[in-house]
């Protein structure tokens, strides 16, 4: 991954890029940005990308079913989480994508994908992630719940380095998903997400479920046990812990 790199001073949004030269692109090719003038959250949620930060999508072309596309999200969440882990401070993922240190959140994940019947043409896999921002780079709506690498080392962090590590940790978690059956991914994320087992709110387009979050099916979707007993497994959505 990342063999060729599409780099950019400014961009609308990586993601909106990638698609764009996605079709001519070989797969692992990257688009990075210093400083996005309308990121993208999930959900069409607004992502702040201020200079500071890593603003990267990868173009994938795994040849894998559409309904499997989620999961890439959740090998994201965990190279990323890996890689943060790996200096030393306590990356956990909240379902489905966000990597938080203390409780708040430092990176956020957007897939997007297109397909030809069920077959998956390419994914791109977009990649926030908070490194060298200030907490008063971020506006004050947004900033209770987030936090930065420099923030919670202390440090100015190589943004480089830490790209090169992050490449290559994708990479690894790529192969293994393409190489190897889903569950062992899945078990290394279960082991660092601080869901499962808390009382959740989550919200999608047309609801709200309230439950206990107790799993996550194969193709990554929150399995929710209500008041009622009953489970429901919810594919995309707005997970909210009841408790901090
Ligand atoms: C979320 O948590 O809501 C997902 C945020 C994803 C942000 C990244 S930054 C690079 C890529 N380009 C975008 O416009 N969004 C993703």
Same mark, same amino acid.
């Given at each position: 991954?990342?063999?060729?790199?599409?780099?950019?001073?400014?961009?609308?949004?990586?993601?909106?890029?990638?698609?764009?030269?996605?079709?001519?692109?070989?797969?692992?090719?990257?688009?990075?940005?210093?400083?996005?003038?309308?990121?993208?959250?999930?959900?069409?949620?607004?992502?702040?990308?201020?200079?500071? !930060? $890593?603003?990267?999508?990868?173009? @994938? *072309?795994?040849?894998?079913?559409?309904?499997? &596309?989620?999961?890439? /999200? +959740?090998?994201?969440?965990?190279?990323?989480?890996?890689?943060?882990?790996?200096?030393?401070?306590?990356?956990?993922?909240?379902?489905?994508?966000?990597?938080?240190?203390?409780?708040?959140?430092?990176?956020?994940?957007?897939?997007?994908?297109?397909?030809?019947?069920?077959?998956?043409?390419?994914?791109?896999?977009?990649? !926030? $992630?908070?490194?060298?921002?200030? @907490? *008063?780079?971020?506006?004050?709506?947004?900033? &209770?719940?987030?936090? /930065? +690498?420099?923030?919670?080392?202390?440090?100015?962090?190589?943004?480089?380095?830490?790209?090169?590590?992050?490449?290559?940790?994708?990479?690894?978690?790529?192969?293994?998903?393409?190489?190897?059956?889903?569950?062992?991914?899945?078990?290394?994320?279960?082991?660092?997400?601080?869901?499962?087992?808390?009382?959740?709110?989550?919200?999608?387009?047309?609801?709200?479920?309230?439950?206990?979050?107790?799993?996550?099916?194969?193709?990554?979707?929150?399995?929710?046990?209500?008041?009622?007993?009953?489970?429901?497994?919810?594919?995309?959505?707005?997970?909210?812990?009841?408790?901090?």
């Amino acid at each position: 991954l990342g063999q060729k790199i599409h780099y950019f001073e400014e961009v609308s949004s990586t993601n909106s890029v990638a698609k764009e030269i996605a079709a001519s692109e070989e797969e692992g090719s990257l688009v990075i940005a210093e400083v996005q003038k309308v990121g993208r959250g999930r959900m069409g949620r607004e992502w702040i990308s201020p200079h500071g !930060g $890593i603003w990267m999508s990868v173009i @994938l *072309k795994p040849g894998i079913p559409l309904r499997h &596309a989620s999961r890439l /999200t +959740l090998v994201a969440g965990l190279a990323v989480a890996n890689v943060i882990r790996d200096m030393g401070l306590d990356a956990r993922i909240k379902w489905p994508n966000d990597v938080r240190i203390n409780g708040k959140k430092v990176c956020g994940i957007l897939t997007e994908a297109k397909a030809e019947v069920d077959r998956v043409d390419y994914v791109i896999l977009g990649i !926030g $992630i908070n490194v060298n921002m200030e @907490l *008063k780079d971020i506006p004050e709506s947004f900033r &209770a719940g987030s936090t /930065t +690498l420099k923030v919670e080392t202390g440090k100015h962090i190589r943004r480089v380095s830490f790209l090169q590590d992050l490449l290559f940790e994708l990479e690894q978690q790529y192969i293994r998903f393409k190489t190897q059956p889903f569950s062992q991914i899945l078990n290394d994320w279960l082991a660092l997400s601080d869901t499962i087992g808390r009382e959740v709110k989550v919200t999608t387009p047309s609801r709200i479920i309230e439950g206990k979050a107790v799993g996550v099916t194969p193709d990554g979707a929150l399995i929710i046990r209500k008041s009622d007993d009953t489970k429901e497994e919810i594919i995309a959505g707005r997970c909210i812990y009841a408790r901090p």
